[in-house]
Every structure is written in structure tokens, then in C-alpha cells.
């Protein structure tokens, strides 16, 4: 009889299907292998642990959103595309964007640092925003982010239905506030306590 291998590949997709559907409170050992239909053990030869298979699963799917949804252009300007590429996303995936950047359990800091690096690589690309100091790029991205991430629940709920060009009015309406003022406050920024 032949021997089943399952691959790491095949650990993380199982992984990816467990969290898409029920998000990372479920997140087990039982439960992935479940997924695949094995006991757990080949989990814990290719991970050291569960975190170690979070993380390399979260770090996964930030490589897949980054490289396939938010580099999509839509507008020519990279925040808005960025943002229109996050509103879109969870509104086409919404489980899974409630596991990565809402659930508690989820992508957390992680997916907070990785966000924020795509974020700040992408609009110093854009000729009107390459000159922004780190303050008004983290200010930038935390309103971005905030009114994003709210308009996104907003609308899976149907609470909102905006149009496309609403959405670019709202975003380019924060972007405005914040190139216009004199933004040195980084309260948000959770490093600082």
C-alpha cells in the first residue's frame, strides 16, 4: 500500500480553506487535519508548532493578495487603486478579510506591518506623494486604512452601498485632509506607549 505525503503546500491550503470558511477561532490542529482528512501528525513534521503554521499561512496570503488583488491598477493614483483593491476584496472574499483584518485571532500586527509596507512603498512610487515625510505617509495610511476598513464592513453588512466614483470621493477626501494639514501626530502609532 502506498504511503499518502502531504506536503506543506497541502498542510497551508487546508489551512486557507479552514480559515476562509469559519476564520482563525477554529484555528486547530484537529480541525486543519480535519480539513485534509488525516490525523495531525504531518502538520507537526512540517511546522514547529501552530503559531508557526499561522504565521506561515498569513504570510502566504499577504504574498497572494500583495502580488494578485491590491497591485491591481484602476485609476493610475496607487493609494486609490490600493484602496479600491481592499474595498473590492472584501467585498468578493469576506471571510476571509474579516479572518486577516478583523478577527482578533487573526493576521493582528503581522498583517497591520505588511499593509503598511506595501502602503508606504506604493505611494512613494506616485510622483505627488514621493517627497511625504514617514509622518505624513503613517498618517496617510491610518486614515486610509480606518475609513477603508469601515466602509468595507459597512458595506458587507448593506449598511452602505456606495458607487464606485463614492468611494474614490471619500478616499481622495481623507487624502486631502491630511496633505493639507500639519500632521506630526503619531498617536496611532502603537510603538509608542
Known amino acids: 500500500m502506498r504511503h499518502k505525503v502531504y506536503t506543506r503546500e497541502h498542510i497551508l491550503k487546508a489551512a486557507y480553506d479552514l480559515i476562509e470558511r469559519e476564520g482563525f477561532s477554529n484555528f486547530t490542529a484537529r480541525n486543519v487535519a480535519t480539513q485534509m ?3 495531525t501528525q504531518p502538520i507537526y513534521l ?3 508548532n501552530m503559531e508557526d503554521l499561522k504565521q506561515s499561512l498569513i504570510e502566504a496570503i499577504l504574498k497572494e493578495l500583495t502580488k494578485k488583488v491590491f497591485s491591481v491598477e484602476h485609476t493610475g493614483d496607487k493609494l486609490i487603486d490600493i484602496s479600491i483593491n481592499y474595498i ?5 472574499n469576506p471571510r476571509l478579510f474579516m479572518a486577516m483584518y478583523l478577527d482578533e485571532k487573526g493576521g493582528g500586527k503581522t498583517t497591520y506591518d505588511h499593509s503598511y509596507s506595501f ?3 506604493s ?3 506616485q510622483k505627488e506623494y514621493k517627497d511625504l ?3 505624513y505617509i503613517k498618517a496617510l495610511f491610518h486614515a486610509t486604512w480606518i475609513t477603508l476598513t469601515g466602509l468595507a464592513a459597512l458595506m458587507m453588512s448593506k449598511v452602505l452601498v456606495p458607487s464606485r466614483q463614492q ?3 471619500i478616499i481622495e477626501q481623507n487624502v486631502n485632509a491630511i496633505l493639507d494639514s500639519n500632521y506630526e501626530d503619531d498617536s496611532l502609532d ?3 506607549e
Open 167 to 169: 468611494i474614490i470621493a
Open 88 to 92: 473590492d476584496f472584501a467585498q468578493k
Open 119 to 121: 502602503f508606504k512603498e
Open 37 to 39: 482528512g488525516v490525523s
Open 133 to 135: 515625510t514617514d509622518e
Open 190 to 192: 502603537e510603538t509608542k
Open 123 to 125: 505611494t512613494l512610487q
Open 46 to 48: 512540517e511546522f514547529k
